[in-house]
């Protein structure tokens, strides 16, 4: 602290930490979550003829949950003030968006030991001067 009249410099987060730090910090942090996300591969097995859901031995597919939506549609384009018309409608589009994404996979791509020490440096090292830049710094912890 020193002299009352001494202004204190702020850093990172407003305390007296590194503001090179957190910026070298925050510069190999994204750029390891960047290659790490880059590394993953995104399938699905979504199709028409694919199960969305399985119920035992019983599958609905794709194609059977389009079955009540027409209906719904047809319902709603007759009398739109029919609740079970929307109920279908919406009930039939929410269950293909589930069975949509509850059929994603993530996978990563072959890659070498290198590449992924790289990521997991930039990463875990950059995250961990972003915090230390966080923390107050003096000299007499040197």
Same mark, same amino acid.
């Given at each position: 602290?020193?002299?009352?009249?001494?202004?204190?410099?702020?850093?990172?987060?407003?305390?007296?930490?590194?503001?090179?730090?957190?910026?070298?910090?925050?510069?190999?942090?994204?750029?390891?979550?960047?290659? @790490?996300?880059?590394?993953?591969?995104?399938?699905?097995?979504?199709?028409?003829?694919?199960?969305?859901?399985? #119920?035992?031995?019983?599958?609905?597919?794709?194609?059977?949950?389009?079955?009540?939506?027409?209906?719904?549609?047809?319902?709603?384009?007759?009398?739109?003030?029919?609740?079970?018309?929307?109920?279908?409608?919406?009930?039939?589009?929410?269950?293909?968006?589930?069975?949509?994404?509850?059929?994603?996979?993530?996978?990563?791509?072959?890659?070498?030991?290198?590449?992924?020490?790289?990521?997991?440096?930039?990463?875990?090292?950059? @995250?961990?001067? #972003? @915090?230390?830049?966080?923390?107050?710094?003096?000299?007499?912890?040197?």
């Amino acid at each position: 602290m020193g002299k009352p009249n001494d202004i204190e410099k702020r850093g990172a987060g407003g305390s007296s930490g590194g503001i090179g730090q957190f910026l070298i910090g925050l510069v190999m942090m994204c750029g390891g979550i960047y290659m @790490l996300l880059n590394s993953i591969i995104v399938s699905t097995h979504f199709g028409f003829g694919y199960h969305l859901y399985s #119920f035992g031995r019983f599958g609905i597919t794709s194609g059977m949950v389009m079955i009540p939506f027409m209906f719904g549609v047809g319902i709603i384009f007759y009398d739109s003030k029919k609740w079970y018309g929307w109920l279908l409608a919406v009930g039939s589009l929410i269950a293909l968006v589930f069975g949509v994404i509850s059929s994603i996979q993530f996978r990563f791509r072959a890659m070498s030991a290198f590449d992924l020490i790289v990521i997991l440096v930039l990463s875990i090292g950059g @995250l961990g001067l #972003f @915090l230390r830049s966080l923390r107050s710094y003096s000299r007499d912890d040197d």
